[in-house]
Nanobody
Framework: QVQLVESGGGLVQVGGSLRLSCAAS????????MGWYRQAPGKQRELVAV???????DYAGSVKGRFTISRDNAKNTVYLQMNSLKPEDTAVYYC???????????????WGQGTQVTVSS
């Protein structure tokens, strides 16, 4: 079992920045992907950004150019740098880790408890 602990959420004004962190309780499998998802009130959870164990990244179109995902494998931690924040970025942000690639899917999927990001205008 892997626990994911997020930090860094909060209240920020439009145009501001926040950095989210997510630390895994132990080392992940050699093949894994970590990422950030978000869920706004009344909406479905959506992917924000993901990063594979070898550093490949992917972003939702709405955050490209504003958000940057990175990871420190030695610390089992993934980060999300969020710049130029907009009111529509307001949501609960969840960390995710998928581990043990079988060739067709990841066997295990873990979620953090979520951290609130509120962008005020």
């Amino acid at each position: 079992q892997v626990q994911l602990v997020e930090s860094g959420g909060g209240l920020v004004q439009v145009g501001g920045s926040l950095r989210l962190s997510c630390a895994a309780s132990r080392s992940l499998s050699s093949t894994n992907v970590m990422g950030w998802y978000r869920q706004a009130p009344g909406k479905q959870r959506e992917l924000v950004a993901v990063i594979t164990s070898d550093g490949n990244t992917d972003y939702a179109g709405s955050v490209k150019g504003r958000f940057t995902i990175s990871r420190d494998n030695a610390k089992n931690t993934v980060y999300l740098q969020m710049n130029s924040l907009k009111p529509e970025d307001t949501a609960v942000y969840y960390c995710n880790a998928a581990t043990h690639w079988t060739g067709t899917r990841y066997l295990y999927n873990y979620w953090g408890q979520g951290t609130q990001v509120t962008v005020s205008s």
